[in-house]
């Protein structure tokens, strides 16, 4: 199709040329290709290629460098993006004619392409990078706060597959805008030996087959480099953004004990053994008179409860009436009105309590393998670290272990964040209805899991349905509706 359109193009130029009958006007097509077929074997034309291309690859990658790191540091302090801000809108409004004079005052001919070619990515650069850190999704940040999960981490696994497609159109779009500025501020400021002599000659003296031919070329050497640039990015986005099958730091599995569907028979007792939880103690909880409202609607009244290490409470309540509410509060991810949320000695909620939990909606990095995704919390060669395939077998992933959460199924995605939570050794464990989804077997080996891990922590979960509560062997506590709002009450 593409090269279709190029052809009847080519046409309606060779046609054009025939009406015009003046080559000095629009030379034909087919001159322009023996002169282009002239000018290739020469190494002289080679050379001014090198140079051009030397220079405006030099002036990209500054550009694309500075325009990243500018990006990254205003995405992280208003300040920086406040001071950037008149600077960015001048490199995007100077026209390059100008820039061209001011890089000739400043440096050597040669190297002005450089300059000229840095001041017009770099925006472009600077502008999409920052749409790209700015679209953040606000729940997997939580979540990796909530868990802890390293800078790095966080960068390479949540942050980068959002960023990556901004960078990509920025740099690709970038590449093609250099050779455009790049060239033109060679055709001004004629350095000798660049392919925007080789243009200025043309003009000089009135050789427009020429000009045509060296324009041809810069065209296909712009091409390429696009072509380059968008092959260069296709190949580093997975390891770049963490992709599965591209983590091997987070994705060893213990080569003793291959994935198999064999192995999700493994028994829950043998997770017991290896629990990453069994010596994590935790410190008694206690609210006491919680009260939460949104926006003047009240959700929370006066709710009180205490739960001890090793106990497991089951919150049941209608949908809707605050159960993921009084977890977040738990969580310290949001702050009640009033009332006081004791752990062992710590009172309220700065910093994060050390709590681990299932959110009702996954939260997992899409691109990431399972095993990455239940890893991403853990320190390598920890107890935990390594139960971690072995966990994911006996919630019955051992065929997924390194399938992209993206292409699990809403069960599997959903026992995937449970085997997050269970691994991570915080003391608090909340399960916000972790067993939507799930079949009844697979229902009640995960319950067997939870149960299995639950000695030493503090186990909460949020459910509609009283088998889970029974199946956990869990403390029942009804939120009530009351007149102003909900309060707790017991089975
Ligand atoms: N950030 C918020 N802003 C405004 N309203 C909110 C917010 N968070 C929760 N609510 C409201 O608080 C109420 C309780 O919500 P919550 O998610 O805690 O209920 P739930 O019991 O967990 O429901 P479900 O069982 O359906 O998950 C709902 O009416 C919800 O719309």
Redesign the pocket.
């Given at each position: 199709m593409a090269a279709g359109a190029v052809l009847f193009w080519i046409i309606v130029w060779q046609l054009g040329s025939m009406a015009l009958g003046s080559p000095l006007l629009l030379p034909s097509p087919v001159a322009v290709l023996l002169r282009l077929g002239e000018l290739l074997p020469q190494a002289v034309f080679w050379e001014r290629i090198g140079f051009s291309l030397a220079r405006i690859a030099g002036g990209f990658a500054l550009g694309a460098l500075l325009g990243t790191l500018g990006a990254l540091a205003a995405a992280r302090w208003r300040v920086v993006e406040g001071l950037i801000a008149p600077l960015i809108s001048l490199a995007k409004s100077v026209p390059v004619a100008s820039i061209t004079v001011l890089a000739l005052i400043w440096l050597r001919a040669a190297n002005l392409a450089v300059l000229v070619v840095l001041l017009v990515v770099l925006p472009i650069v600077y502008e999409n990078t920052l749409a790209g850190l700015r679209a953040t999704d606000r729940s997997l940040d939580e979540m990796a706060a909530l868990f802890r999960i390293p800078a790095p981490r966080r960068l390479r696994y949540l942050v980068m597959p959002r960023l990556f497609p901004y960078l990509s159109a920025a740099l690709g779009a970038g590449m093609g805008m250099a050779w455009k500025a790049g060239v033109a501020a060679e055709v001004i400021g004629i350095p000798n030996g660049s392919l925007g002599e080789a243009i200025y000659d043309a003009k000089v003296y009135f050789d427009t087959t020429e000009l045509f031919a060296v324009t041809l070329a810069v065209v296909a050497v712009s091409a390429a480099s696009t072509a380059l640039v968008r092959a260069a990015l296709h190949a580093v986005e997975p390891i770049a953004c963490g992709a599965a099958g591209h983590a091997p730091a987070l994705e060893r599995v213990d080569a003793g004990a291959p994935a198999s569907a064999d192995d999700a028979q493994a028994s829950p007792q043998t997770a017991a053994a290896t629990s990453p939880a069994a010596g994590t103690a935790a410190a008694p909880l206690a609210l006491d008179g919680i009260e939460k409202s949104?926006?003047g609607?009240r959700?929370l009244r006066d709710v009180s409860l205490a739960a001890r290490p090793g106990e497991a409470l089951c919150l049941m309540?209608p949908?809707?009436?605050?159960?993921?509410?009084?977890m977040r509060i738990v969580a310290g991810l949001e702050h009640a009105d009033a009332g006081s949320l004791v752990m062992g000695d710590a009172c309220d909620r700065e910093p994060l309590p050390a709590v681990s939990m299932a959110f009702?909606d996954d939260r997992l990095a899409d691109q990431a393998s399972a095993l990455a995704n239940a890893r991403l919390p853990l320190t390598p060669g920890t107890a935990a670290w390594d139960a971690a395939p072995e966990l994911l077998r006996e919630l019955g992933l051992g065929e997924r272990l390194l399938s992209p959460a993206s292409t699990c199924s809403g069960g599997e995605r959903r026992r995937i964040a449970l085997a997050r939570a269970l691994l991570a050794p915080h003391g608090i464990l909340l399960l916000?209805?972790p067993f939507t989804g799930l079949d009844a077997t697979a229902r009640e080996r995960a319950a067997m899991l939870v149960r299995s891990r639950e000695r030493n922590r503090i186990v909460i979960i949020?459910t509609?349905d009283r088998v889970d509560a029974e199946l956990l062997g869990a403390r029942v506590i009804h939120l009530v509706a009351g007149e102003r709002g909900l309060s707790c009450q017991p089975d």
């Open positions: 949104f926006a609607h959700v309540a949908s809707g009436a605050g159960k993921t509410t009084l009702q916000d209805e949020a509609h």
